[in-house]
């Protein structure tokens, strides 16, 4: 529109309901030799937009500045409507949602020639919700309203050069997505010591969308990470019959029975060893699990499916979750400084679910997991260990996958060309 103010004053009423409109470009000089050339060119859909022929009622949008009040984000969506600013300025609900308002949130209001309020929706931040304002006889009520969210399908990629979160920030990618990829990966490579400058990722996921806008990120639907060379894939499969997982492009699950490590970049500060000096009890004692330091409040991770035997307060551990696998196996996580909500005796918890959080309660002298790995309730090493294999897929879901799967494919194949064009 800024470069075409004169085109888009010409044109008026075709500007206002976004139209296509053609240009002429006609030639200087008399010459038979230069050719007249038509340019179609689309106008970007203008902020004012009339909703029906003959009802003088007009649809505006506006996104929230740091410096607005109610007041000027009124004046720019066109509403001079003294009963309604009385309205949002007196009920209990607008006024709260006046003042969880934060730059960049989306306003549109239906409004009148005379600047009449007809109807004022702002959307809920961290709600799949929007607040409804709308005129109801001689006054006007307010409502929470769940939005219809329409999924759109996004394709991105990008190159290391710094860190992962550097890059995902760099071509725009949430970060709930590029914590996606470290989980689905996270078994193969460590994040946070084995990626290399120059490491490519493409990326297909779902934006899940309201009006056009995007509201949030929903599921990672294909990834493939080049790591030093090492190409990895993963598809999201969904039979028609039990839960999703992700498979690597043969179909062979990508889902490990059970995860390495149960707190995300982190390190370990003290193995599994049958005599060591306990720093507070001052004797030589076994220690028969993993220590991972990690900052006061991170989530701790269930490395593989299972029911919560224990969670609660115990001895030494301090808060401790228990929680019961497949056939002979269990876990421990000590020291929490708590529980995430739902965990407790009995729950079920899915892999890579959060179940607690990084602590120093019990015998510990600064906040750290302390993570055992049970056969028969006897403590291994969880580093050493052969740890058991998920179930791959059967001869029908294969086929099942390999079908689902190629839409996709192609997808990861054009988001990684875009990488390699912007490399060279």
């Given at each position: 529109?800024?470069?075409?103010?004169?085109?888009?004053?010409?044109?008026?009423?075709?500007?206002?309901?976004?139209?296509?409109?053609?240009?002429?470009?006609?030639?200087?000089?008399?010459?038979?030799?230069?050719?007249?050339?038509?340019?179609?060119?689309?106008?970007?859909?203008?902020?004012?937009?009339?909703?029906?022929?003959?009802?003088?009622?007009?649809?505006?949008?506006?996104?929230?500045?740091?410096?607005?009040?109610?007041?000027?984000?009124?004046?720019?969506?066109?509403?001079?409507?003294?009963?309604?600013?009385?309205?949002?300025?007196?009920?209990?609900?607008?006024?709260?949602?006046?003042?969880?308002?934060?730059?960049?949130?989306?306003?549109?209001?239906?409004?009148?020639?005379?600047?009449?309020?007809?109807?004022?929706?702002?959307?809920?931040?961290?709600?799949?919700?929007?607040?409804?304002?709308?005129?109801?006889?001689?006054?006007?009520?307010?409502?929470?309203?769940?939005?219809?969210?329409?999924?759109?399908?996004?394709?991105?990629?990008?190159?290391?050069?710094?860190?992962?979160?550097?890059?995902?920030?760099?071509?725009?990618?949430?970060?709930?997505?590029?914590?996606?990829?470290?989980?689905?990966?996270?078994?193969?490579?460590?994040?946070?010591?084995?990626?290399?400058?120059?490491?490519?990722?493409?990326?297909?996921?779902?934006?899940?969308?309201?009006?056009?806008?995007?509201?949030?990120?929903?599921?990672?639907?294909?990834?493939?990470?080049?790591?030093?060379?090492?190409?990895?894939?993963?598809?999201?499969?969904?039979?028609?019959?039990?839960?999703?997982?992700?498979?690597?492009?043969?179909?062979?699950?990508?889902?490990?029975?059970?995860?390495?490590?149960?707190?995300?970049?982190?390190?370990?500060?003290?193995?599994f060893s049958g005599a060591r000096y306990h720093p507070i009890l001052r004797r030589w004692r076994a220690h028969k699990g993993v220590d991972y330091?990690?900052?006061?409040?991170?989530?701790?991770?269930?490395?593989?499916?299972?029911?919560?035997?224990?969670?609660?307060?115990?001895?030494?551990?301090?808060?401790?979750?228990?929680?019961?696998?497949?056939?002979?196996?269990?876990?421990?996580?000590?020291?929490?400084?708590?529980?995430?909500?739902?965990?407790?005796?009995?729950?079920?918890?899915?892999?890579?679910?959060?179940?607690?959080?990084?602590?120093?309660?019990?015998?510990?002298?600064?906040?750290?997991?302390?993570?055992?790995?049970?056969?028969?309730?006897?403590?291994?090493?969880?580093?050493?260990?052969?740890?058991?294999?998920?179930?791959?897929?059967?001869?029908?879901?294969?086929?099942?996958?390999?079908?689902?799967?190629?839409?996709?494919?192609?997808?990861?194949?054009?988001?990684?060309?875009?990488t390699l064009a912007a490399i060279d």
């Amino acid at each position: 529109m800024r470069r075409h103010r004169w085109a888009a004053t010409a044109l008026g009423a075709a500007s206002l309901l976004g139209m296509v409109a053609a240009f002429a470009v006609a030639p200087t000089t008399d010459r038979p030799d230069v050719a007249l050339t038509t340019v179609i060119e689309k106008l970007p859909p203008p902020a004012t937009t009339l909703l029906e022929a003959g009802s003088n009622i007009y649809l505006r949008e506006e996104r929230v500045r740091r410096s607005d009040t109610v007041a000027s984000l009124m004046n720019r969506l066109g509403i001079y409507d003294g009963e309604a600013m009385r309205f949002i300025r007196s009920n209990r609900q607008t006024r709260e949602m006046a003042r969880r308002l934060r730059p960049g949130n989306t306003l549109s209001a239906k409004v009148g020639a005379w600047g009449e309020l007809h109807a004022l929706y702002v959307e809920r931040p961290g709600k799949d919700a929007i607040m409804v304002v709308e005129r109801s006889g001689s006054g006007f009520v307010a409502h929470e309203q769940a939005m219809q969210l329409e999924k759109r399908t996004v394709i991105k990629s990008g190159e290391i050069r710094q860190s992962l979160f550097a890059a995902t920030d760099d071509a725009d990618i949430p970060d709930a997505i590029a914590m996606q990829m470290v989980a689905i990966f996270g078994s193969e490579v460590d994040f946070h010591r084995d990626l290399r400058k120059g490491d490519r990722f493409s990326l297909v996921y779902e934006a899940l969308t309201y009006h056009g806008q995007t509201v949030r990120s929903g599921r990672l639907l294909a990834a493939e990470l080049v790591n030093d060379g090492n190409v990895l894939q993963a598809y999201w499969f969904a039979p028609e019959e039990g839960e999703g997982d992700y498979c690597a492009a043969d179909g062979s699950s990508l889902r490990k029975a059970f995860l390495r490590s149960p707190v995300e970049f982190s390190r370990v500060t003290s193995g599994f060893s049958g005599a060591r000096y306990h720093p507070i009890l001052r004797r030589w004692r076994a220690h028969k699990g993993v220590d991972y330091a990690a900052p006061r409040g991170a989530g701790v991770l269930a490395v593989a499916d299972g029911v919560v035997a224990t969670a609660g307060r115990q001895n030494g551990y301090g808060n401790l979750i228990v929680i019961q696998h497949q056939g002979t196996y269990s876990t421990a996580y000590g020291h929490l400084k708590g529980f995430a909500k739902g965990i407790r005796k009995g729950a079920r918890v899915r892999q890579g679910e959060t179940i607690g959080y990084v602590g120093q309660s019990g015998l510990a002298t600064g906040p750290h997991l302390h993570y055992e790995f049970r056969v028969k309730n006897k403590p291994v090493n969880p580093l050493t260990i052969a740890l058991p294999i998920a179930r791959p897929l059967d001869g029908r879901r294969l086929a099942q996958f390999k079908a689902s799967s190629q839409t996709l494919r192609k997808q990861l194949t054009m988001a990684s060309k875009v990488t390699l064009a912007a490399i060279d």
